[in-house]
Nanobody, 123 residues
Framework: QVQLVESGGGLVQAGGSLRLSCAAS????????MGWFRQAPGKEREFVIA????????RDADSVKGRFTISRDNAKNTVYLQMSGLKPEDTAVYYC????????????????WGQGTQVTVSS
């Protein structure tokens, strides 16, 4: 089992920045690729960005390209989501998730999920 706990969400104005953190515990963190998903009210949970086990490779959704970056610190068992240039349409609950797949973009590939953290972007 891998336990994931997100933090860092909040209210931010459009154009602002926010950094989310996801702390992992349980099994060896570096054995898992990590991803961030988000779910806006009334919408499906969607892929945002993912990072490989070593942190050397990332993959992001077109909607966040150039604005969001993902990083990880395997010594601290933590993955980060740095968000900049935030838009009202980025408002959602953000979830981190762990997978044994490589840079997976589908929810089904992720076996472990955090409880989510709310990000609200005001216009």
């Amino acid at each position: 089992q891998v336990q994931l706990v997100e933090s860092g969400g909040g209210l931010v104005q459009a154009g602002g920045s926010l950094r989310l953190s996801c702390a992992a515990s349980g099994r060896t963190f570096s054995n898992y690729g990590m991803g961030w998903f988000r779910q806006a009210p009334g919408k499906e949970r969607e892929f945002v960005i993912a990072i490989s086990r070593s942190g050397g490779i990332t993959r992001d959704a077109d909607s966040v390209k150039g604005r969001f970056t993902i990083s990880r610190d395997n010594a601290k068992n933590t993955v980060y989501l740095q968000m900049s240039g935030l838009k009202p349409e980025d408002t959602a609950v953000y979830y981190c998730a762990a997978t044994t797949s490589v840079l997976a973009m589908t929810r089904g590939a992720y076996a472990y999920w955090g409880q989510g953290t709310q990000v609200t972007v005001s216009s």
